[in-house]
Each structure stands twice: as C-alpha cells, then as structure tokens.
C-alpha cells in the first residue's frame, strides 16, 4: 500500500495545471487521464524547490528522433509548470518570453558526465 503523502497539489490537479500550459501555449501532445500512465511524483527534482509533478504527454506518431513523449514539471510548492522537458529531455519554458531553457554551464553540468 502506498503511504500518504503532505502534497499541496493532487495528480488530478497536477493533470489539469499540465492541460491549461498545453492549451495556452500550443503545445503539442496528449495527457491521458490514467494517473498510472500519465502522472509522476518525485519528492525532488532538479531544479525545482520542493517536490514535483511530471506530467507526460504522448506526441507519437512523430517523425524525429527523441523520446516518444513530453514532460511538464509542476512545482509541488508553486502549483504551476516550471518547465517542459521536450523529446530529448531539454527544459523549455513557454510562458517566459526569451524561453531560458539551460545556461550552458548548466547544460554541461548537467550533460556532460559521460
């Protein structure tokens, strides 16, 4: 049996935040409903304060290398998407206008632990 955790947001909400960041930002994709399939919780995520949500969304067909999905990373704490990690897990940010995704130190950081 799962124990129970202190969250401020529920899968379902977590769904919902994903759905709204998807519509306004015309983002492709499709978030299945299955909290199974769709919902991830992580007590920490890289950058992220706090725990998190990841929200899959399911791009296939698609006719380019990369994952088969895309992910929203909603801030437990905050209650909104930080970021999308596109088909080859690199964050973008939608709603800021110049969309930072990594610094390149960042990148390489992250990246380069080969």
Do not use: C
Not at 12 to 22: F, G, P, R, T
């Amino acid at each position: 049996m799962r124990e129970k955790r202190k969250t401020n947001l529920t899968a379902s909400q977590a769904i919902q935040i994903a759905k709204d960041y998807q519509k306004k930002h015309n983002l492709y994709g499709t978030i299945n409903d299955d909290f199974d399939e769709s919902v991830k919780f992580h007590e920490e995520f890289y950058r992220i304060i706090g725990s998190a949500w990841l929200v899959l969304a399911d791009i296939t067909p698609k006719e380019y290398e990369g994952d088969d999905e895309i992910t929203f990373v909603i801030s437990d704490v905050d209650g909104v998407v930080d970021h999308v990690l596109d088909h080859n897990g690199i964050p973008q940010r939608y709603h800021l206008s110049s969309n930072r995704g990594y610094t390149i130190e960042e990148f390489e950081e992250t990246f380069n632990d080969d």
